[in-house]
Nanobody
Framework: QVQLVESGGGLVQPGGSLRLSCAASGIILNIAATSWYRQAPGEQRELVATITSGGGTTYADSVKGRFTISRDNAKNTVYLQMNSLKPEDTAVYYC???????????WGQGTQVTVSS
């Protein structure tokens, strides 16, 4: 089993930046991909970005060019660098890891990001 802990959320002005972290512990060698999702009040949870064990990355169209997902294998941590933030980026951001063939999945507890002047 894999445990995930997010950090780095907070309040930022429009145009600002934040970096979210997702620290993994447990049987981390079996992680096939790690994703960031977000959920705004009254909205469905949406996929923001994914990084695979091979290093491939994908992004939602709404964040392309502004957000970057990366990882530090030595620290067992995945990051989401968020630049040029907009009020519509306001949401709770969740980290999600899945195993090979989606045999298992694990969610973090979420971290709040608020973009407001």
């Amino acid at each position: 089993q894999v445990q995930l802990v997010e950090s780095g959320g907070g309040l930022v002005q429009p145009g600002g930046s934040l970096r979210l972290s997702c620290a993994a512990s447990g049987i981390i060698l079996n992680i096939a991909a790690t994703s960031w999702y977000r959920q705004a009040p009254g909205e469905q949870r949406e996929l923001v970005a994914t990084i695979t064990s091979g290093g491939g990355t994908t992004y939602a169209d709404s964040v392309k060019g502004r957000f970057t997902i990366s990882r530090d294998n030595a620290k067992n941590t995945v990051y989401l660098q968020m630049n040029s933030l907009k009020p519509e980026d306001t949401a709770v951001y969740y980290c999600y890891a899945r195993g090979i063939g989606s045999a298992w999945g694990s969610w973090g507890q979420g971290t709040q990001v608020t973009v407001s002047s």
